[in-house]
């Protein structure tokens, strides 16, 4: 298992779409954005404008890596009998699922690490080891409802049309969600839709722990939810994807 993690995790490092959408993206967003509104406040938190982007840039960029990297390269080893070839293995169709999601994990490490130092090197945002801790590990294991939802695309669809749908996914949620601006300036139906999205919960937790509060019950409880929904949904979308293999 663990040479098939260390396998998944090399190959995506050399993939260039993933080195441009999760990694130079994120940290082009946040180094324009925070230059233009980073010395504001933000009225909700009452914390710094460059804080509060620097959780909404990793978010993006971590929800984009796990997307990224299980979508198309799942769908590809779909259509080249790759899964055919797992199921010949010890390996159980649980046990592939979690490898997935543990490459995928790994993946999102470097957004979020990269924005981070990004943040501190140009804007000197400052946060206690705590909030560090919290924040990092946070956002790094929230990821994983944004993997199961990379792997079940991975899963329905041939590689050509699970990279558009990998990168409407992608951007939908981070723009709904309230990653790119807050979901204040909405229009009240899509402020609706973005309270129930994942992507909302997600960069939630972020900025209620940079502005120093536990974070909210109901976003914990549904970034749960979600990923509990889709990691059945992308394991149950891989055994009808094996089957009809």
């Not at 925070?34 to 710094?48: F, H, P, R």
């Not at 919290?134 to 994983?144: C, E, F, P, Q």
């Amino acid at each position: 298992m663990l040479n098939y993690v260390k396998l998944e995790a090399t190959r995506m490092l050399r993939n260039k779409r993933y080195v441009i959408f999760v990694v130079a993206f994120p940290i082009g967003f946040y180094l324009l954005y925070s230059n233009l509104w980073g010395d504001q406040v933000d009225e909700s938190t009452g914390v710094k404008g460059a804080v509060v982007l620097m959780v909404s840039m990793a978010a993006y960029g971590a929800l984009a890596a796990s997307i990224m990297s299980t979508a198309v390269p799942w769908s590809q080893e779909r259509q080249t009998g790759w899964l055919r070839q797992l199921q010949i293995t010890p390996l159980r169709s649980w046990t592939i699922i979690v490898t997935k999601l543990v490459t995928s994990l790994l993946l999102v490490l470097p957004s979020l690490l990269l924005v981070a130092l990004a943040a501190v090197v140009t804007q000197h945002v400052s946060l206690s080891a705590g909030q560090w801790a919290g924040l990092i590990a946070a956002m790094w294991a929230g990821t994983i409802p944004f993997a199961a939802l990379g792997l079940t695309i991975g899963s329905l669809v041939p590689p050509d049309t699970a990279q558009p749908l990998a990168m409407i996914g992608m951007f939908g949620l981070a723009l709904l969600g309230g990653l790119w601006f807050p979901i204040a300036l909405m229009p009240p139906v899509m402020r609706n839709i973005a309270q129930v999205l994942p992507s909302y919960d997600y960069a939630n937790i972020g900025w209620q722990i940079v502005a120093g509060h536990a974070p909210a019950g109901s976003a914990v409880a549904g970034i749960a939810a979600w990923g509990v929904a889709l990691c059945a949904l992308a394991l149950f979308a891989y055994r009808r994807a094996t089957v009809r293999a």
